[in-house]
């Protein structure tokens, strides 16, 4: 038993839905999907975007806590890295980290990956 050590898992969500949600999506005839997340879902944002040819065509993300990432071994800037291009809107609350606000070490990497100022 870990004493005083809290661990969110990396929940497997998009895989799951690469599996069973999406091709039933495409069998129905949806060409374009798009996801939005609060909190821990723009988290999930974040990682649905950053799938290699991924099948969403933007996200949004509300007060995203990509910190989590810090809990995968990984930094928020590797997952901008990951996002890339890929259209997203991130709409960062007052205690969220600094590295996704404006001007931050994210915002600055998602700003390089679509060629415009920070």
């Known amino acids: 038993m870990n004493k005083g050590v809290t661990f969110i898992p990396r929940i497997d969500l998009i895989a799951s839905a690469d599996r069973v949600l999406l091709p039933w ?3 129905s ?3 374009t999907m798009t ?3 609060f ?9 649905a975007l950053a ?6 065509a933007c996200g949004v993300g509300l007060h995203p806590s990509w ?9 928020e800037a590797e997952l901008a890295a990951a996002v890339g ?8 609350a007052a205690n969220d980290s600094d590295t996704i ?9 998602l700003a390089a990956a679509r060629q415009v100022n920070s």
């Open 25 to 27: 999506l495409k069998k």
């Open 29 to 31: 005839g949806v060409s």
């Open 35 to 37: 996801c939005c997340g």
């Open 39 to 47: 909190c821990f879902g723009g988290w999930m944002v974040g990682q």
């Open 51 to 56: 799938i290699p040819e991924t099948p969403f």
């Open 67 to 75: 910190n989590v990432e810090k809990l995968h071994g990984r930094t």
């Open 85 to 92: 291009s890929t259209p997203c809107l991130m709409l960062p």
């Open 101 to 109: 606000k404006p001007g931050g070490e994210c915002t600055r990497i």
